[in-house]
């Protein structure tokens, strides 16, 4: 039987940019129709069971796919095929309950650009992960007993059988005690086995040459992680792996873009996952020269139960000169990366895992140190290390300790040692004992808080915060 849809997280949000009360999915929402696992397909539909009144859907089933309806009634429904990764099929809905319902298509399916808009509609979003394969079903239980045969067996002897005669043969186990004396002379050969205990004393001359051997122990190999190439569009291959995982942590895979091309790529584009509704972003680099990196260092969401993301990558030449692309090589590269005019141009899709294969220690489970990029800007991104001449760019005024906190929890005074942001890099306050950390919230955006070390460890399960002051059009001081 089909296996139910897993949601993995919902939010609800008001026209105002509010968060308010989520709204349960409703029974029969996702019905699963037929799991291709085969094919790496699912088929499954949406019904608008949700409002008596008209709604509007936005429905991703891939990277690349936002299906919008408007004016959808109560009880009319969506037929959709997901594409399956690792046995599970990424989905976002988004139902928006307002009457006058038209999302630009980039943003209907993208939960973190609707939240960032201030709430022009009210909307409900769900992320569910559909299994691929069917679950099985038991047919029944196991009776209670074995069944008896028709005849029973005769009843054992009461007592073993005296023999007159020792048997032919020696016995297929060894006797359940010692002889009561020892034998008269010892054995022509040596026991195939050794003997269960040690000798009561030692042998009268040495053996003829040492027992046994050493084995030379030779410590595991760590496996490097490397990305997994699923699909291409195109006719020409790289030279080597333009990807790079840099860091895991099953929540989270940081990576780099490499130019592997023996020729300067016009624009590299790079799409990936960035927030747990399914979020995509697609940011474009240009004249990304041979052998070289592109500047920003991403930072994907992982699927929660395949743990693996997905992304994609697009290179372009538009060189006369010297072109490297063949004319065959036509990809098509997705509105909302804004590509403007089309180049030759190749589509690289791979699967990145987000489990390290060889972790350290237990600290590799944080959020790696790196911001998400800002602004689309190339800027060292690194969420711990900011470039030192950002530090005192934001001139407005800081969050207090206390409102940080509201938004975040309250974290108790502690020993340790390795917090997630440290004084040293982002002193802020009367004394300098704080650290400047920059928190993003669906209300304000980005906004710079001053707080202890301590709080700013709460920025591990926040993605988009990192350490430091707000740097760019994000930073906020509302207060």
Request: hydrophobic share 30%; charged share 20%.
């Amino acid at each position: 039987m089909p296996a139910e849809p897993k949601i993995i997280e919902s939010v609800c949000m008001t026209t105002g940019g509010d968060e308010m009360e989520t709204i349960p999915m409703p029974a029969n929402a996702i019905v699963i129709n037929n799991q291709n696992f085969a094919n790496d397909t699912v088929d499954f539909t949406v019904t608008q069971n949700w409002i008596l009144e008209e709604a509007g859907l936005a429905i991703e089933a891939g990277m690349d796919t936002c299906i919008i309806k408007s004016n959808v009634t109560f009880g009319d429904s969506e037929d959709v095929e997901g594409e399956c990764i690792e046995g599970f099929a990424g989905v976002t809905v988004v139902v928006y309950m307002d009457e006058e319902f038209e999302a630009d298509e980039c943003d209907a399916c993208n939960v973190d650009t609707l939240s960032e808009m201030g709430g022009d509609y009210k909307f409900c979003a769900y992320r569910v992960e559909i299994p691929c394969e069917p679950v099985s079903v038991e047919c029944g239980e196991p009776s209670a007993a074995p069944s008896g045969s028709y005849f029973p067996s005769s009843a054992p002897s009461e007592s073993p059988t005296d023999s007159t005669k020792p048997s032919a043969s020696p016995t297929s186990s060894p006797s359940a005690s010692p002889t009561a004396t020892p034998t008269t002379s010892p054995s022509a050969s040596p026991t195939a086995t050794p003997t269960t205990s040690p000798s009561s004393s030692p042998t009268l001359t040495p053996t003829s040459s040492p027992t046994g051997f050493i084995e030379e122990i030779i410590p595991p190999t760590c496996p490097e992680s490397v990305p997994i190439l699923i699909s291409n569009d195109g006719e020409t291959m790289y030279p080597a792996p333009p990807i790079t995982i840099t860091f895991q942590n099953t929540t989270h895979v940081a990576f780099k873009v490499v130019n592997t091309f023996g020729n300067t790529v016009s624009s590299v584009f790079t799409e990936y996952h960035t927030g747990s509704f399914g979020e995509t972003e697609c940011l474009e680099e240009e004249n990304v020269e041979e052998n070289s990196q592109v500047e920003i260092e991403f930072i994907a969401q992982c699927m929660h139960n395949a743990k693996i993301s997905v992304i994609n990558i697009w290179m372009t030449d538009c060189s006369d000169l010297t072109p490297f692309l063949d004319q065959t090589d036509n990809a098509e590269i997705p509105e909302c990366c804004h590509a403007g005019d089309q180049c030759r141009t190749v589509q690289y899709t791979f699967k990145l895992p987000c489990v390290d294969p060889c972790p350290e220690d237990a600290v590799s489970v944080t959020i790696p140190p790196t911001s998400p990029p800002i602004n689309g800007g190339g800027e060292g991104v690194v969420r711990r290390n900011l470039a030192e001449k950002i530090k005192n760019k934001n001139n407005n005024k800081d969050g207090s300790t206390e409102e940080f906190e509201s938004l975040t929890g309250h974290a108790e005074a502690n020993d340790a040692e390795d917090h997630f942001c440290v004084v040293e890099d982002y002193p802020c306050g009367p004394t300098s004992d704080k650290v400047h950390v920059c928190h993003y919230s669906a209300r304000d955006g980005y906004k710079t808080f001053c707080v202890p070390e301590p709080d700013s460890d709460a920025l591990r399960f926040y993605p988009k915060d990192y350490c430091g002051p707000c740097v760019g059009g994000y930073a906020s001081s509302k207060m």
